[in-house]
T-cell receptor, first 112, second 117 residues
C-alpha cells in the first residue's frame, strides 16, 4: 500500500537558517504529493503540491521537487522565519485512491 | 477560494452525551468530504470518507454506529459522536475535495477540539 516516511523531529533552527525536511514515499502508479502545514491549535493548510515527476511546488518561500527516481519530495526553505514554526506533514494521494496518506509530521521551531 | 469551516471549534461535554460537528465548504461544492482524528503530537488518522447523498465509507477499526456521518448537501457534512466517552476526546478535522484543472486537492477545516469529561 501507499506510505509516506518523513524525518522525525523536532527540528530547531535559528532565524534565517536553511531548512530541509526529508520525505520519501512508496506508492503504486503516479501519486500526487503534498506538503501541509499545521500551526498550533489549528487545522492543516495546504502549503504546496506537485502532481507529476520533476514538478516543483512552491509557496511562501518553501519548495519541494517531485523526484520519481528517488521517490522523494523534500521540503526546503532558504531562510526560515519565526513565523514558520509549525508542524509540517508530507502526504500523497493516488494509486486509484483519493485518500490522503500522511507522514507522521515534523515539528519545526524557529528561534529569533 | 477553497475555504472550509468547522463548527464548533471547541466543545466540552459530559460523558454519555452526543456531539455534532459541522464541516462546510464555503466557496465550492465538495462531492467528497473526509473526517480525520488527530491525537496529540501524532499524524492524522482517516476515519471515514463521506460522499454526498450516500453512506459514508469507514476505515477499518472505526465504529460507524458511534461516529455517525451525514453528507446531506454538496457543502455540508456532519460528524456526530454518539454517547461520547473520555477516550473520544481528540482533535477532529474535516477536509473537502475540490476538483480544478483536472486535479483534486483536499482543503482542511480548522478542526474541532472535543473534550469529554
Amino acid at each position: 500500500g501507499n506510505s509516506v516516511t518523513q524525518m522525525e523531529g523536532p527540528v530547531t533552527l535559528s532565524e534565517e537558517a536553511f531548512l530541509t525536511i526529508n520525505c520519501t514515499y512508496t506508492a503504486t502508479g503516479y501519486p500526487s504529493l503534498f506538503w501541509y502545514v499545521q500551526y498550533p491549535g489549528e487545522g492543516l493548510q495546504l502549503l504546496l503540491k506537485a502532481t507529476k515527476a520533476d514538478d516543483k511546488g512552491s509557496n511562501k518561500g518553501f519548495e519541494a521537487t517531485y523526484r520519481k527516481e528517488t521517490t522523494s519530495f523534500h521540503l526546503e526553505k532558504g531562510s526560515v522565519q519565526v513565523s514558520d514554526s509549525a508542524v509540517y506533514f508530507c502526504a500523497l494521494s493516488g494509486g486509484g485512491s483519493e485518500k490522503l496518506v500522511f507522514g507522521k509530521g515534523t515539528k519545526l521551531t524557529v528561534n529569533p | 477560494g477553497a475555504v472550509v469551516s468547522q463548527h464548533p471549534s471547541r466543545v466540552i461535554c459530559k460523558s454519555g452525551t452526543s456531539v455534532k460537528i459541522e464541516c462546510r465548504s464555503l466557496d465550492f461544492q465538495a462531492t467528497t468530504m473526509f473526517w480525520y482524528r488527530q491525537f496529540p503530537k501524532q499524524s492524522l488518522m482517516l476515519m471515514a470518507t463521506s460522499n454526498e447523498g450516500s453512506k459514508a465509507t469507514y476505515e477499518q477499526g472505526v465504529e460507524k454506529d458511534k461516529f455517525l456521518i451525514n453528507h446531506a448537501s454538496l457543502t455540508l457534512s456532519t460528524l456526530t459522536v454518539t454517547s461520547a466517552h473520555p477516550e473520544d476526546s481528540s482533535f477532529y478535522i474535516c477536509s473537502a475535495s475540490r476538483w480544478a484543472g483536472g486535479q483534486e486537492t483536499q482543503y482542511f477545516g480548522p478542526g474541532t477540539r472535543l473534550l469529554v469529561l
